[in-house]
């Protein structure tokens, strides 16, 4: 019987924000609490995040607590999900070792994730080996755990893409279903495959400046609500206003539900009439702010008690980390027992190649 495996994680660069709660986060959530799975692993992928950070760990140190307290602050529950971190998995590394050899360097080129990465850090030419080679370490994560559910933000497609091309290549060279093709799992409301940053720009990044984080104060989402990109067209009140590419009804797209009509604008239904109010005229931007503000903070003010909870118990959290990285460093400890096996470098558990070779010497 086929187990449904989930895994999935983020770099701990910096941290967590609404672009990742709509793009994954609640998918997680979601998914952890339908029960539907059999395990489900969340990483912290520390050694992933060095390789464009080799020179600043300390950047990494600092955000692996504040990526761990996201995950517990949104509901991720340490007692259903397994939470880990990357490197103190070793099997991790020693399967991307051998998968290596399954893979062009023509291949990693190609990969459009890795492409568009490289060119937004101004490599040139001085490309970490590491960094070209992650998406080979990430098909170990994933497949050290025979997970076939990667819920992921769309940019990690080609990723899963990658993964499922080695376990294939594995498979086949050497003969065994050892290892597992993944799925990726995308939220299925459009607008949350890419949320804008506040200032209407394509992404969320932290150095546009234009994030609102989950760990975000109510004064700050406040600040950052009010000053929201909107219609640069829509001067007066009275004027027509458009919804595409405003920020404010892409971010009520991705978090609005009908109760928070009844509760902070009862004159309207749904975002539908909303909508076409705005687009008649007659609608100020405060007004559709001050909205959106208060679903905001009906979405963060929960996930904001938690964390403070979490804030006063750090040791407990280093503790989750800690039991987590050993119960996962076990499970992917099968998987390389399993590809050794298959890849026949399994030397000092093969009595026959051993007994074989006795024979061979013998006088
Ligand atoms: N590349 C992912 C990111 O940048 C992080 C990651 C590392 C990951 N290994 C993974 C995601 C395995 C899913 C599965 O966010």
Known sequence: MSKNIILTGDRPTGKLH????????RERVKLQDSGNYDEMYIMIADAQALTDNADNP????????????????????????TLF?????????????FYMNLVTVSRLERNPTVKSEIKLRDFNTSIPVGF???PISQAADITAFKANIV?????QLPMIEQTREIVRTFNNTYKKEVLVEPKAVLPDNEVCLRLPGTD????????LGN?????????????????????????????????????VFTYLDAFCENKYFDKYLPEYKNLDELKAHYQRGGLGDVKIKKFLFNVLEEVLTPIREKRKIYENKIEEVYNILESGSKKAEKV????????????????????????SHVKKYKK
Not at 18 to 25: A, E, I, Y
Not at 65 to 79: C, M
Not at 85 to 97: A, D, G, K, N, R
Not at 200 to 207: C, E, L, N
């Open 18 to 25: 609404l672009g990742h709660f709509v793009g994954s986060l």
């Open 58 to 81: 300390e950047k990494i140190r600092e955000n692996i607590i504040e990526v761990a307290l996201d995950y517990l602050s949104v509901g991720l529950d340490p007692n259903k999900v």
């Open 85 to 97: 971190i990357q490197s103190q998995v070793p099997q991790l590394t020693e399967l991307t070792f």
């Open 132 to 134: 070209m080679t992650y």
């Open 151 to 155: 819920p992921v933000g769309e940019d």
């Open 200 to 207: 209407g720009k394509a992404k969320m990044s932290k150095s």
């Open 211 to 247: 994030c609102i984080y989950l760990s975000d104060s109510t004064e700050e989402v406040r600040k950052k609500v009010m000053s929201m990109y909107t219609d640069p067209d829509h001067i007066k009140i009275d004027d027509p206003g458009k919804i595409d590419g405003n920020t």
């Open 332 to 355: 992917a400890n099968i998987t390389i027992k399993e590809v050794k096996e298959a890849m026949r470098i399994n030397y000092f558990e093969d009595k026959e190649l051993i007994k």
